[in-house]
């Protein structure tokens, strides 16, 4: 590339966010922060736009303002806040790529208004394929905008798939460790504690995507992102249970063949290709040694246990606004979840129930997103208070 990137971080204070802070800083000559948001970590924001200079920085929680206004003040970073902003400061001419890591539905509007505006999107907010996938990918494929999976499983596939663009997908094989909980029973589950759960054997993540690994129900959302980033079926998508997470992800070729992306768990690679794409930048990653894995294993997922999975299968293959209910349920039961109000294996059954309760709309709009999230909301947290 011949002048620097000018990259928009949506959620720069959280797991994805700051890694690629990271990545940013480590090629000073290819990349520039142009904006950088977050919801809550005031504190965190105001560093991080000390160190990177942004062009404007937005707190969505408008009661920080006057603290991030205030310690920018000599700075010369514009500061805005609340949701609104969010959406506004993505079309700014400035921006190269807008890289959407917020956590949940939370990431929606400010994508398609990114989209909208003609930025490329790296994403790492797979809710938003889930809630609205046919509507982001046909928005998208009309402003001629593309999107670069962050997702270590999802990059895995793209990395699989350049050079094979023309040739026909047989399956697409996503692979999961399994969480902190793989082999474990439904007894054994039914008493799990938070700190439990929050113990992921492989990743450093946030609080709620590690709950969503342990529960099987990320695997689940990235079944439905895989659908519409590329273009398959719901049957052309497989889950495999890897428990070294070394083999990102694979895909297999109407001849047989199967492609597989290695590495080590490090999320920094995915975010660098997607901001870097087509090129691939130089890193000092600690690099995969085949010595050190002697071992590589594969297992079928146990949906029986872990129903979250089939959940997200289920709401795939009925389509509509079903995804949209399971994502909105499900981020109500992690909350719950991690606040004690419910059990492990409590979750599913909220999640069922409430997919079972919302009106089925077939062919939604983005209104009837937005309300079916709201709606969603509303019945889950009758369920939950029904099971304290």
């Known amino acids: 590339m011949s002048e620097k990137k000018r990259v928009a971080i949506l959620g720069s204070t959280g797991s994805i966010g700051t890694q690629a802070l990271e990545v940013i800083k480590s090629h000073?000559?290819?990349?520039?922060?142009?904006?950088?948001?977050?919801?809550?970590?005031?504190?965190?924001?105001?560093?991080?736009?000390?160190?990177?200079?942004?062009?404007?920085v937005v707190i969505a929680n408008e009661s920080l303002y006057k603290k991030v206004s205030d310690a920018l003040f000599t700075h010369g970073v514009k500061v805005f806040a609340g949701e609104k902003a969010l959406s506004q400061v993505v079309e700014m001419e400035g921006i190269d790529v807008v890289l959407t890591a917020l956590v949940g539905y939370a990431g929606l509007i400010p994508t398609i208004h990114a989209i909208q505006a003609g930025?490329?999107?790296?994403?790492?907010?797979?809710e938003t394929l889930v809630v609205a996938g046919q509507l982001i990918t046909s928005l998208a494929a009309e402003k001629g905008v593309n999107i670069y999976p962050v997702d270590s499983e999802h990059s895995a596939i793209f990395q699989c798939l350049i050079g094979e663009f023309h040739n026909p997908i047989e399956k697409i094989i996503l692979t999961a460790s399994g969480g902190p909980f793989r082999g474990r029973d439904r007894t054994f589950l039914s008493s799990v504690t938070k700190a439990q759960a929050l113990k992921h054997p492989n990743w450093d993540m946030g609080a709620k995507i590690t709950i969503d690994s342990a529960s099987l129900m990320n695997k689940g959302l990235e079944v439905i992102e895989a659908r519409w980033l590329f273009g398959v079926q719901p049957d052309q998508i497989e889950v495999v249970v890897h428990p070294q997470s070394i083999i990102h992800s694979l895909v297999q070729f109407t001849d047989g063949s199967i492609k597989a992306q290695l590495g080590l768990p490090d999320m920094r690679i995915p975010i660098q290709f997607a901001l870097s794409y087509p090129d691939r930048f130089k890193s000092e990653f600690p690099r995969f040694d085949f010595v050190n894995y002697p071992n590589l294993t594969f297992e079928k997922p146990d949906t029986k246990t872990f129903r979250n999975l089939q959940l997200a299968f289920n709401a795939l293959e009925k389509g509509g606004n079903v995804p949209c209910v399971l994502n909105a349920a499900n981020e109500m039961a992690v909350s719950a979840f991690l606040k004690d109000e419910i059990g492990f294996l409590e979750m599913s059954d909220v999640i069922a129930d409430a997919m079972s309760a919302v009106e089925f709309i077939k062919n939604p709009s983005l209104e009837d997103f937005i309300e079916s999230d709201k709606e969603t909301r509303i019945i889950t947290e009758k369920l939950i208070k029904s099971k304290v």
Do not use: M
């Open 119 to 126: 930025k490329p999107i790296a994403l790492a907010n797979k």
């Open 28 to 56: 000073p000559d290819k990349f520039e922060v142009e904006v950088l948001t977050a919801q809550n970590n005031a504190e965190l924001l105001i560093q991080q736009a000390i160190a990177f200079q942004p062009n404007a």
